[in-house]
């Protein structure tokens, strides 16, 4: 990357939460390295049919912007004041308390007083009094009203994509206003400009037309698993076979394709093989819908409403009976709150049952799809895993919540039953960091990208230092979760602020205590390739005997991971 | 900035009838003609505006979920902070409006070096929130004295029990008996000290004096010199309560008339800020009254895995068929063993 990411120890001593003297109406956004996503390519803007697709750079004067853009924003203000409720309460009844004001992760990590949410949406609301409504259009600034011009744009970019759409910020809210909302629409107003970041378009273009994120074609996607499958039999020693757009399957499984290949997400991929191997499950794995997660979702309602439609149409086309998701934040968001609105009703599966404990999921008996964290809590409760959870001793552990599943569903209980099945050694984060009120990892809704690191680091400073917190009180060193952003976002917010703190999602703690019928001394080694009687010498744990090898079994215990 | 212009606005606001009344004598437009016109204006622009945010569409079910949502039987729902029903929803609602429920969660970010974030309670805002909009009600019942008669009995009681704390706060005299101080927990003295207090917390908080706009210092400092003309009359000049009514009760009656009797300039003053805010009201923040209601992250069921949430614009798409995807990768997924519809 271009420039260096400053020290955290450069962080924190220069961050300060005074607002500066000048007028925030006067004040702009510095387009700084490590601070900003790059633009969108032109290609993947095209190959979803986006409109202006150019090549331009936010830290140059001239944006290229579209002739008759003025138009086009107010348009595009207008119909969605008139389409969203919740866009046209927002922007008439904030009061400006100010008590949304040091909840945000981005103020809080960077001091800019255009982060805290009350300002962020006031960006956009200034330019609805100056340019729509009359007290504003006569008194301009003195109450709060401007015109649009070229810089509001720029700084919409710059502070739009600065926002994680966590909804911390509503929870705290008087009347619920929600900034993520805000800046939901805002991005759906910068894209009819083109504007556009690089790390939700190219996705976003890649899983429309190849399935996932990463453009995984079907064969590759199918290599990715099959790799996982040889870690699986090195380390755990089993055989699994999994099938992929098997029609006739009983369960259709989605999960975020980060999972499928990127570290540590992919332990997470191989603890699902791994349980669904243990229960025996008929399901099956789609490339067409290889992807649980949704970027179009950090677009526009249109965008997400074309992505998402992949997953009914391919458990229609296989003919499963329901669909059972994966770990992911955004991507339960999306799937709680829309995709039945967007793309159902789905009157081709059934209520999800579970075949092994005969639950029916009555709670999601209209989506028909069911997380895989309360299908599994189900079968825990039913006795039905055998889990050995000192095998998890040398963890000690925290949870964190995600923003998404947290604020925008409601599943706090489901994730923290399965825990305290499995380790041990679970501690929490302060309350005001958990639950409800739990902090972004900074990197969600698109910007977990390469070149705004600073930006990722400093929005991840609370919750990074919760995790401190109990870190240097309880000695916690694996941050758990349930997402697959998390994951990959988490790791590196960890090295830099916490290096000592590892970061796993929660099924892979369940294959770590789950007690599968014949294994082998092959189970040695955690998914992780590393030696488990090692981890816990270093914890100063007893070590754990093993079964012995038998004849056929391979050789246990080597190396495979760095 | 917008502090000073507020000022100066509300200001001209009170010498405009100070002089229409004492100088011009324009006793009919400041008591008659004002009022009217406020209150047809509150009626209709809250009215309009209401509608308007209620004929709005709420394409998706987002309620912001505050707590456990309902899923396992045997998971405890946190039933008032994720609403799974309609008397769930009532029950938040109410805590919202009435207790102001998330505000009550404030708090207070820390920052020290180290780096080290803390989190302290900050329950201020919320506390002279209450007080403030909580007097202001009882204000307004206790004015309905003016607009009523008989003077109905819940309106009575209100005012019994307000005018109970008022008497109520003993003090030691100076002789050494107690004696009632008067004014202290009295509404229309609590609604000046909230509504100051929430001035100064505008002014003394950094972050939020910084956020403000006239739209929030204009209404404030309007609401203040409300109730400071309202004591002055009342405690001070001692108005003549009973002419008072007679105007208030002829434009009741649709039939206005200027008492014989002199009223003070100040009940023209008093008069003409109150009209102002009532005409103002819908144009400002103050809509927030309506507003909170009508919040999609808080006044919805969060059941949209088990009811289908309707978009009533739902759009139409262009969406990539797995006929399209198979035609691009046919051959490949053969190869890999992946089935497909149509062989090549
Ligand atoms: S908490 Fe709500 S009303 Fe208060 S400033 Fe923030 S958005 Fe506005
Ligand atoms: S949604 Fe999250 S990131 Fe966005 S303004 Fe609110 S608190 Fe900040």
């Given amino acids: ?562 | 900035m917008s502090f000073i212009f507020s000022l100066v606005a509300v200001t001209v606001l009170v010498l405009v009838p100070l002089v229409g009344v004492t100088v011009a004598d324009l006793r009919w437009l400041f008591g008659v003609v004002v009022p009217y016109a406020a209150v047809a204006t509150f009626l209709i622009g809250v009215s309009y505006r209401v509608l308007k945010w209620s004929n709005s569409p709420v394409p998706f079910r987002i309620p912001t979920t505050c707590g456990q949502a309902k899923g396992l039987p045997w998971i405890k729902t946190n039933k008032l902070d994720n609403p799974c029903s309609l008397p769930a929803v009532i029950g938040r609602m109410f805590l919202e409006v009435f207790l102001f429920r998330s505000l009550f969660r404030n708090t207070r970010m820390e920052y020290h070096q180290g780096p080290k974030v803390r989190y302290g309670s900050s329950k201020w805002l919320w506390l002279f929130g209450l007080l403030f909009h909580y007097s202001f009600l009882v204000v307004l019942i206790r004015h309905l004295r003016f607009f009523t008669e008989p003077v109905p009995m819940w309106v009575q009681i209100v005012e019994h029990i307000d005018t109970f704390f008022e008497m109520g706060l003993p003090l030691p005299g100076p002789d050494g008996l107690y004696v009632g101080l008067p004014l202290l927990a009295q509404s229309g003295v609590i609604l000046l000290a909230a509504a100051t207090l929430l001035f100064l917390r505008r002014v003394v908080i950094a972050q939020v004096r910084y956020i403000s706009i006239a739209g929030d210092w204009f209404p404030l400092l309007l609401i203040i010199f409300i109730a400071k003309t309202g004591i002055i009359m009342r405690y001070v000049l001692k108005v003549d309560v009973v002419t008072v009514k007679k105007l208030t009760m002829s434009l009741v009656a649709l039939k206005p008339e200027l008492p014989a009797d002199p009223i003070s300039f100040m009940f023209y003053i008093h008069i003409f800020l109150v009209s102002f805010l009532f005409a103002y009201f819908p144009f400002s923040k103050l809509m927030h009254l309506g507003g909170v209601w009508l919040s999609p992250t808080r006044n919805l069921v969060n059941n949209s895995r088990e009811k289908r949430h309707i978009n009533p614009w739902n759009p139409e798409v262009k969406f990539h068929t797995y006929a399209e995807y198979e035609d691009d990768f046919r051959e490949q997924m053969i190869e890999a063993g992946i089935p497909v519809e149509k062989e090549a």
């Fill in chain 1, 1 to 562: 990357m271009a420039t260096q990411t400053p020290k955290p120890q450069e962080i924190a001593k220069g961050l300060s939460h005074q607002p500066p003297s000048e007028n925030w109406m006067d004040t702009k956004p510095e387009f700084r390295s490590g601070m900003y996503c790059h633009p969108v390519k032109v290609a993947s803007l095209e190959g979803m049919g986006g409109a202006f697709a150019r090549e331009w750079n936010p830290t140059e004067a001239d944006w290229k912007l579209p002739a008759d853009w003025k138009g086009i924003v107010k348009d595009g203000l207008k119909d969605r004041l008139r389409r969203f409720r919740s866009f046209q309460v927002f922007m008439d009844i904030c009061v400006r308390c100010g008590a949304c004001a040091d909840k945000c992760h981005f103020f809080i990590g960077t001091g800019d007083p255009k982060n805290m949410p009350v300002l962020r949406a006031e960006l956009i609301r200034s330019i609805y009094r100056g340019e729509f409504r009359t007290a504003g259009k006569i008194l301009g600034k003195l109450a709060g009203g401007r015109k649009l011009t070229e810089e509001v744009i720029k700084e919409w970019f710059y502070y739009f994509f600065q926002c994680t759409e966590c909804r911390r910020c509503s929870v705290f809210c008087p009347y619920g206003i929600d900034t993520a909302e805000i800046t939901i629409i805002a991005r759906e107003i910068l894209n009819l400009l083109g504007l556009q970041i690089d790390w939700i378009g190219t996705p976003v273009n890649a899983c429309y037309h190849v399935g996932n994120h990463l453009g995984l074609k079907p064969h590759t996607f199918k290599e990715n698993i099959e790799y996982l499958l040889g870690d699986i039999e090195e380390n755990v020693g089993i055989t699994i076979e999994p099938s992929f757009n098997r029609k006739g399957a009983e369960i259709l499984f989605v999960t975020p394709s980060g999972d499928v290949f990127a570290d540590p997400g992919i332990f997470t991929c191989m603890s699902y093989l791994i349980l669904f191997e243990y229960l025996g499950l008929d399901y099956t794995w789609s490339t067409y819908a290889s992807e649980g997660g949704n970027f179009g979702f950090f677009t526009s309602n249109e965008t997400m409403k074309r992505l998402n439609y992949k997953m009914y149409a391919e458990s229609k086309r296989l003919g499963v009976k329901w669909i059972l998701g994966g770990e992911c934040g955004h991507m339960w968001r999306v799937v709680h709150q829309y995709m039945d609105t967007m793309n159902g009703p789905a009157d081709h599966l059934e209520v999800p049952r579970s075949p092994i404990t005969g639950t029916v999921f009555e709670n999601a008996k209209s989506t028909k799809m069911v997380h895989v964290t309360e299908f599994t809590a189900d079968l825990i409760k039913n006795g039905k895993l055998n889990l050995d959870k000192s095998r998890n001793d040398h963890y000690t552990v925290t949870w964190h919540d995600s923003c998404n599943t947290s604020r925008g569903f409601g599943f706090l209980e489901e994730p923290r039953y399965v825990l305290r099945n499995v380790v041990n050694n679970f501690y929490e984060m302060p309350d005001q960091t958990i639950r409800e009120q739990t902090f972004c990892c900074g990197s969600g809704s698109g910007l977990n990208a390469g070149e705004n690191l600073e930006q990722r680091f400093r929005g991840g400073l609370p919750r990074a230092n919760a995790v401190q917190f109990v870190h240097e009180k309880h000695g916690v060193n694996m941050l758990a979760n349930i997402c697959a952003i998390d994951r990959a976002a988490l790791k590196p917010l960890m090295d830099y602020w916490v290096p000592a703190v590892n970061v796993c999602g929660l099924s892979e703690l369940v294959a770590n205590a789950l007690v599968i019928p014949g294994e082998k001394a092959a189970r040695s080694t955690n998914l992780r390739g590393e030696e488990i009687n090692d981890l816990r010498e270093e914890a100063g744990l007893e070590p754990i005997e093993w079964p012995e090898e038998d004849e056929e079994g391979g050789e246990a215990g080597e190396e495979g991971e760095e």
